[in-house]
Structure formats: structure tokens, C-alpha cells
């Protein structure tokens, strides 16, 4: 007797069965902010530009170093989303898994 192989829809399904209470609602929530002056980013848990505020001063700058500043802001806000999905998760992984996570992400 063969497994016919399961549908999407039936691993989504048991996937959301497993998850722990609302973990990826919150994951899915989580986004980060980072000001420099005139500008602000947002991004989400996986580091993708969500928001982007460019006051007056911001756009007074050379373009080289608006997106310097821009990218700088970035990676530091995409580090402080996955902090934010570290603390998430670790409600719901035991301790030395938590903090496997966390050294792994390099964000102990």
C-alpha cells in the first residue's frame, strides 16, 4: 500500500494545527523602526523595507550618501526584527533552545 503524497492545503492545515497559540500571528506582526535624522525605515521580521520617511534634510543629501544611510538603518532594523522574532519564539522553544536560536542569529 502506497502514501499518496499530501496536498498543500493538508500541510498547511496540519501545520496550523501544530503551531503554538498565535506564535505566527505575532511573528507576522513584527516590524522594527530606525531613524537617523530625516529618515525612518520599517521593515519587517525577514528585513524587507516595509516604510520609508524622508524628511527635507534627508532630501537635501547626495544620493550616495542618502542610500548609504538608508541601508545603514536597514540592517540595524532588520537586527532588532529578528530580536523581536527570537523573544517570540522563545515563549514557546525551552531555554537552550532559545538561546541556540539567538547565538546562531549571532543576537546574544
Known amino acids: 500500500m502506497t502514501d499518496e503524497p499530501q496536498s498543500i492545503e493538508e500541510m498547511l492545515a496540519q501545520d496550523d494545527e501544530r503551531e503554538p497559540l498565535g506564535v505566527r500571528a505575532a511573528l507576522d506582526e513584527i516590524t522594527c523602526s530606525a531613524r537617523e535624522d530625516d529618515v525612518v525605515v520599517t521593515v519587517d521580521l525577514h528585513g524587507k523595507l516595509v516604510g520609508l520617511d524622508l524628511g527635507p534634510r534627508a ?9 548609504a544611510r538608508v541601508h545603514r538603518l536597514v540592517d540595524s532594523a532588520a537586527r532588532d526584527a529578528l530580536a523581536a522574532g527570537v523573544r ?15 547565538a546562531d542569529l549571532a543576537l546574544s
Request: proline share 8%; glycine share 0%.
Open 59 to 67: 532630501m537635501a543629501l547626495r544620493p550616495s550618501a542618502l542610500a
Open 88 to 102: 517570540v519564539l522563545a515563549d514557546v522553544l525551552d531555554e537552550p533552545a532559545a538561546a541556540e536560536l539567538a
